[in-house]
């Protein structure tokens, strides 16, 4: 069957509709998810509802992504060898941009890949004020959170409309939320989800927010079976990427 593997590519890479990326089933396998300052746990959440996904953006040139000095570079971790263990096979990175934000991409995610980003929590929050406008927008959202957070919501709306700057962690917060509203258990800070399901799987994509650091991790291959091993290759590879920041 030929897919349309360049929608895998972009789909769900900064959280812009966590329904629209379908999470394990329950009989397959569990979403990964953990409580900051936990050790991480499995647990068992259902099937998100799929819906459209976002438009493709594609890659800017390249040449013009190298780190700015000061920069980490987005290709330097987790390395060759964890890139290759995931994929199945050796693959070169080259720099990568997504809607702003800096990003490694190994091999081709329109065929074999894998798609790296590791940044502060609130260059993250920067790309998202439209995302978080939708999530206040959601009913089941404003009854389930305190008002503590709904405020801390709307004020980084605002802060971010006016230019100012984010507190990483209470970025993290909202993360957390959006996770929330999306079927995952309270406290969550990380998930991994399979694109665009289960019945089809195209990609795994991983992403988490930890103590003001954003990460994800998105594996794309023709032979992807979404099985229990590569959910849990793809989640351990995002808390790596998370610990050793």
């Known amino acids: 069957m030929n897919r349309a593997r360049v929608s895998v590519a972009t789909v769900c890479l900064l959280m812009l509709a966590l329904a629209g990326c379908a999470q394990p089933e329950p009989e397959l396998t569990s979403t990964r998810s953990n409580a900051a300052g936990a050790d991480p746990a499995t647990t068992q959440s259902p099937a998100a509802e799929a819906t459209e996904p976002t438009e493709p953006t594609e890659p800017t040139d390249d040449a013009t992504l190298e780190p700015s000095a000061g920069t980490p570079d987005q290709c330097a971790q987790p390395g060759a060898g964890a890139i290759a263990a995931l994929a199945g096979v050796e693959l070169e990175p080259r720099h990568h941009d997504v809607n702003g934000i800096p990003a490694c991409v190994w091999g081709d995610l329109n065929r074999t890949g894998v798609q790296v980003i590791l940044v502060a929590a609130e260059l993250w929050a920067t790309q998202m004020p439209a995302a978080f406008e939708d999530l206040l927008a959601r009913p089941e959202v404003v009854e389930m959170a305190s008002e503590e ?97």
């Open 149 to 245: 957070t709904l405020a801390n919501v709307e004020e980084i709306i605002a802060d971010i409309e006016a230019g100012e700057e984010i507190d990483p962690t209470r970025a993290c917060e909202i993360f957390s939320l959006m996770l929330v509203a999306a079927g995952q258990p309270e406290d969550t800070n990380y998930t991994v989800r399979i694109i665009p399901s289960a019945a089809d799987p195209q990609g795994l994509t991983a992403q988490g927010c930890v103590e003001g650091v954003y990460a994800s991790v998105l594996l794309v291959k023709p032979d992807l079976t979404a099985s229990a091993e590569e959910i849990e290759q793809v989640g351990d590879a995002l808390m790596a990427l998370l610990d050793n920041y």
